[in-house]
């Protein structure tokens, strides 16, 4: 439409037109009463828009969070005012601390209503406003453009993060002049990267340098920033060791010789106790998580601190840094990898090997070959690497299934690991492997769950069958909260206080929705069962009985620190 | 004294902010969800066209303020965030005193108050009088001392208004915020 040529056009045809210029390719929703006008618009935009039909608005913006993840593009999810806005708190919230690009579109009472606890009036501006990047409430249609444009660039800029706008429903139906649609590239208060200091660059590159014994820890920031090919660039130069955080996993392969493994209370033994003998730590696009650090005040104490953000806030916020580098790291990587010098660091690199060795002897072995006849997560996750190659998009849950899926997993290529990280919400991965089959439709897809969290979305097994989404389950059975049950274990003298399940059989549900699916429990069948599912066409389920009482290891206690990983 | 412990004292922050409705809402959560309190909250339109400025006092240890600094200036609409301490800053309060005109009249040398107290005749009417005066907290808070005898009506303070001493002036920060910015983004 020429820029100038002013038409009339409704509030709805107005989203519809900035969803259009914003290129939006799928949006996952539920319509109702506040946000049917948005759904009218929608039937005449189906050509340019498609739309995912969820079976509750939680597994829609899980969906959303799923497909920008894989994709790297914005998620966009449609709702009504009142109890669908409501469901989508937890994936606000989720979104908000996984720095997740999505943006929500709900439906509200008309304009005169709003404060007289119409029906379906909700105040979703007031409580989201804490989990999201931005909100903000339309009530007259001529500002669904501009404030579309903004919704979208605060979303996918600099940090990303969940944008919320609540459109009243006079707002959706009023015929307003559109004089076309302007994506938005500034806003007068929002600087979404600092400036790149040099002299900060300068300062780091002769720290790195100087060191005997660097390590680089990254996380998700490097996919974020897109600067995984920078990334490689620079760990490869500086010979490096390099480890990860939940969400950082796969920006590189799980293979590559300068990879030595995960993070954090259920990470690698090696990059865990070293981090504690580093003479320097570079952290790049992570944010010092207390799953990752484990007790704050022995931390790193030893080692000088290169923090690589482009959140300011980020900066100093938990471990205060020697020398901050403010900005996107798909700039200041390549900045700093002309200053550095080319180094190996071979003996260095040695510790974290015997290290690994260590956890191979005291924990892995055991964990792929079993002694017992009972299945271990992380066999089941080896296995399925047989198949996948390290080529699938990995969707884990949240719990044991998660953690032996990310120990285990191999992962090729960057977003490959689809998972609640900061929030650890359970009932994620089912929904986000919806989203996550969208946002990356040539690839497969993998959903690794718990007994306990697939009950928690368990309703997209609606959505799945409608579309016929080629999606892989395996639900890891053990029969418990598996990880709330590890804690009783180790820490509350093994009182199971509410942590074991009289499960439904998984297989029939499925069957109920027309999902093909399995059932094994012997290492015997295993194999033949996981050919199957991946040379099945379409969805499908497979439930794997693993043993009820294994424990996922190496782990830092809660308040200890990190040299204080305990392999047993 | 154990030394370990920071020291918390007032700081006075300043915030600039584009004007926008559930902003002070964003603003105050930065420091509720950390269970701070804020002892005084100013907000009113800066001196820029279209740019708000806030003045918070909170009573804190320096090194919860700058985060607390670093998580307001992320937030959207907000352009700049300062920490000051009192030393740093001229800061006063303004107040209103409503007192009986009848008493007031008969009892009190409104002369000795005004010069006294530096406080201003707002309004006379024959029911009431309202006095006016500007100043730091014990300067308000004696007048209250003062009146409260003859029957004080109604009080009100102001939040507490800040200028920072050696500030080169926002106007020129902003100038210079809002030039360097445009082509940092993508
Ligand atoms: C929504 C939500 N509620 C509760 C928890 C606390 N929690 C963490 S792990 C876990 C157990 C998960 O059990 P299951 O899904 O069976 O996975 P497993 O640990 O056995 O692999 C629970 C209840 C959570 N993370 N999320």
Known sequence: MDQKEIKKISGSVAIMEALVAEETEIIFGMPGGANIAMYDALYDYSQQLKHILVRHEQGGIHAAQGYARASGKVGVVFVTSGPGTTNLVTGIADAMIDSTPVVCITGQVAAHLLGSDAFQETDIINISTPITKWNYQITDASEIPSVLAKAFYIARSGRPGPVLIDITKNAQVQFFDYCGYEKCNHIRSYRPKPIVREQYIQQAAELINRA??????????????????????????????????????????????????MLGMHGNYAPNVLTNDCDLLIAIGMRFDDRVTGRLDSYAKQAQVIHLD???????????????VWGDCKETLPLLTALIDKKEHKDWRRKFQSL??????????????????ELTMGEVVQLLNEFTKGD??????????????????????????????????????LPAAVGAKYGAPERTVLAIIGDGGFQMNIQELGTIMQNSL??????????????????????????????????????????????????????????????????????????VMVSKENNIFPMIPAGAAVSEIRLK | MNLETPLKQEYNITVYTENHV????????????????????????????????????????????????????????????????????????????????????EQVSVERLLRCYGARVVVIRKDYTIFETTGQREETDKLITVLQPYGLIEFVRSARVVVIKDSEGFNHKLRQFERTAVGEES
């Open chain 1, 212 to 261: 005997q014994k660097p390590l680089v820890i990254w996380g998700q920031g490097v996919i974020l920033g897109r600067a995984e090919q920078e990334f490689k660039t620079f760990i490869e130069k500086s010979g490096i060791p390099a480890a990860w955080t939940v969400l950082g996993a796969g920006a590189i392969p799980s293979d590559h010789q300068l990879n030595v493994g």
């Open chain 2, 22 to 105: 559930g902003l002070l809402h964003r603003i105050c959560i930065v420091f509720s969800r950390r269970k701070i309190n804020i002892e005084s909250l100013n907000t009113s339109p800066s001196e820029v066209a279209g740019i708000h400025r806030f003045n918070i006092l909170i009573f804190e240890t320096e090194e919860v303020i700058r985060k607390l600094c670093r998580h307001l200036e992320k937030l959207t609409e907000v352009l700049k965030v300062y920490y000051h301490t009192n030393e740093d800053i001229v800061w006063q309060e303004l107040a209103m005193y409503k007192v009986p005109t009848s008493v007031i009249a």
């Open chain 1, 392 to 429: 699938a998009i990995l969707v884990s849950d949240v719990g044991q299934n998660q953690m032996a899926t990310i120990r285990y997993s191999k992962l090729n290529h960057t977003r490959s690991n689809v998972t609640s990280g900061g929030l650890g919400t359970m009932g994620f991965a």
């Open chain 1, 356 to 373: 690994y060795k260590e956890e191979i002897d005291a924990v892995i072995h055991a964990e792929l070959n079993p002694a017992s006849d």
């Open chain 1, 470 to 543: 080629d999606i892989k389950i395996v639900i890891l059975n053990n029969r418990f909260l598996g990880m709330v049950r590890q804690w009783q274990e180790l820490f509350n003298d093994s009182r199971y206080s509410f942590s074991d399940m009289e499960n439904p059989d998984f297989v029939a549900l499925a069957a109920a929705y027309r999902i093909a699916g399995k059932c094994v429990s012997e290492r015997e069948h295993l194999r033949d069962a996981i050919k199957k599912m991946f040379e099945h066409k379409g969805p499908y389920l497979l439930e």
């Open chain 1, 310 to 324: 482009i959140d300011p806030a980020e900066i100093d916020k938990n471990v205060s840094t020697t020398i901050p």
